[in-house]
């Protein structure tokens, strides 16, 4: 008898026919959110359910799946998930951003450079970047569909004449294809120049707000800004205390109660690759 | 030379609606004709439609019969028949009116009330400004007033500004009406010596004055509102 | 100027609403730099007739048509959506009796005013805020208020925001409903004047929706009544208001409180 009661990675092939035909027209319209019939899955909205879907719709017996929460392989998220699909699909799993043909994300975009034979799924919470500023969806649609962007520079605009700069840090909108602005789920700012020119299709996927959105491979994707307040990506100050990088986007562990606290690599996978090639490096002089 | 304004058979009356829908008519066969460099002044009892003729002429009040033909600049118009944006281009261009109340706009100061129509014909700000601080000073309006808006000032004060304000664009066509009621001597002769001046410039001039001293000063002929009052 | 083209030109507007007669009819042309006033009792329809004008609700019969900028005369129905939202956000402006349908309360005046020019793509912080300090001077706002939401701001200073908001992108054609309906007659007075001067000193057209005759005599150069859906008389402000010919007319006139 067979182990598995259910069809390969989770869904049933009708559902992911669906899921894949939204992923085939969000790719053809850069930006665009395309609805889809989410479907129930076995953990709550907010786990990524959305995420989880766009990956059992694409994943096929070969592909090595990643999984990372806030940069990290081993979170409870990014565990349960990638144990999820090792169950479901049988499909093999790494940490390893190099070796991943699907990478499963919330909040980040890894340090090491995609390639064209990647693709990288987000879980995304809430898909329209206006919903903030504009509760109505159908006047944000009819906003999408005039390209009328003003009230997304109002946000910008008062965060700058309210804080001086703008303040915006994560989930910062961008201009994809010069079409449709988008919200690039609530991955810091920091990460928002990997987006654009990827070589790595990026699919976004929201289950509870029943989206689909999608970036093919090499799109122009242009952080909104002013002239005279232009886009700056930011990271905290300082090196990881781990690896020793100064060019990727740290955590804050607080290490004591008595106001200790170090920074390392919220990349995990990247930050454990930089130590074992500087360790296999200093090895000859032991 | 063709008159400025010829009203021919022009008749007018009210009809009261919320009274019943009754007829009060005002006037009947209104007929004369005012030429360039010329003053008509319209005589006649209270009552008798002569600030009505005003009114017609300047397109406040409707006809309910005749013609009312200003030439000016080669263009001839019925104001009877014409439609409301000609009549704004006329009052704009040609008609000067110096009716008995000022009606100004809150807040608007004195200055720019007479300045207005100036701006309106195409003339700079400053340039209507000077010139209307010029002609309010002519008569007499202390300049401390020039700023403050006209519906604080005293009867006579405010007549002079309306009478500043109709008087300083080159009107081809003058209708007053008691411009020197609520005026002094001494203000009543800038008056007069203004009127004229503007007769000598050309102007067609249609006066209402109760006061005979002032009529005789300005008034070529004379028209008698009694015979084409509706109501004698 | 007497040869000039109509900007707005309006024929057999028809609108109803079931067995409602919304409006029925309604013709006219607005000429560059003239203001209308649409006068009439609540419910007349003339609401309705500016909703339908500017295309918030679809007519069921007649034409209204716009001069665009290119000279050229397009009857509104036959422009796309995206065409017809260029207009309302750079070529018409809305003044509301209700601030909160014309203004986004949470957002400061410099961010209302900045909305219009950051849609017709204005990317430069530092002259979208001199251009919104600029209107908040020339609507007599004082300028230290450019961070404070419209809710702190009192209801005349709301409606001189929203004057701002539409003028800022330069546009030719304001539309206003009761612009000063609810507002203390002292605010009401400084308002009207303000709008006056506006429409004079750039030449603005004006459709103007008031049950104020007050506010029709001082603003409009000509005056439409509507009764029951309808244009019932209509002419030069002062002939209109001093020698009415409708029964409705001189109800209205004579019901004016005197001042």
Known sequence: MSAASYNFAYLDEQSKRMIRRAILKAIAIPGYQVPFASREMPMPYGWGTGGIQVTAAILGPDDVLKVIDQGSDDTTNAVSIRAFFAKVADVKTTTATADATVIQTRHRVPETPLSDRQILVYQVPIPEPLRFLEPRETETRRLHALADYGLMHVKLYEDIAHHGHIATAYAYPVMVAGRYLMDPSPVPKFDNPKIGGCAALQLFGAGREKRIYAIPPYTRVVSLDFADYPFERYRQQGTCALCGADDTFLDEVVTDDKGGRMFICSDSDYCEKRRETASAKERPHD | MKPVLEISGVSKSFTMHLQGGVSLPVMADVTFDVRAGECVAIVGPSGAGKSSVLKMIYGSYGCDSGRIVVTHGGEITDLVQAPPRQILALRRETIGYVSQFLRAVPRVPALDVVAEPLVALGAAREEARDRAAAMLTRLNVPQRLFGLPPATFSGGEQQRVNIARGLLPDYA??????????????????????????????????????????????????????HFSAAA | MTDDAPLLSVRGVTKWYGRRLGCRDVGFDLYPGEVIAIVGESGSGKSTLLRLLTRQADIDAGTVSYRMRDGSLRDLSALTDAERAVLRRTDWGFVHQDASFGLRMSVSAGGNIGERLMSAGARHYGDIRAEAARWLARVEIDQARIDDTPDTFSGGMRQRLQIACSLVTGPRLIFMDEPTGGLDVSVQARILDLLRGLVVDLGLSALIVTHDLGVARLLSHRIMVMKAGEVIESGLTDRVLDDPREPYTQLLVSSILPA
């Open chain 2, 173 to 226: 066509l003058l209708l007053l009406d008691e411009p020197t009621a609520s005026l002094d001597a001494k203000n009543r002769a800038v008056v007069v010596d203004l009127i004229n001046a503007r007769k000598r410039g050309g102007a067609a001039i249609i006066a209402i004055v109760h006061d005979e001293d002032v009529r005789d000063a300005i008034a070529d002929r004379i028209v008698d509102a009694a």
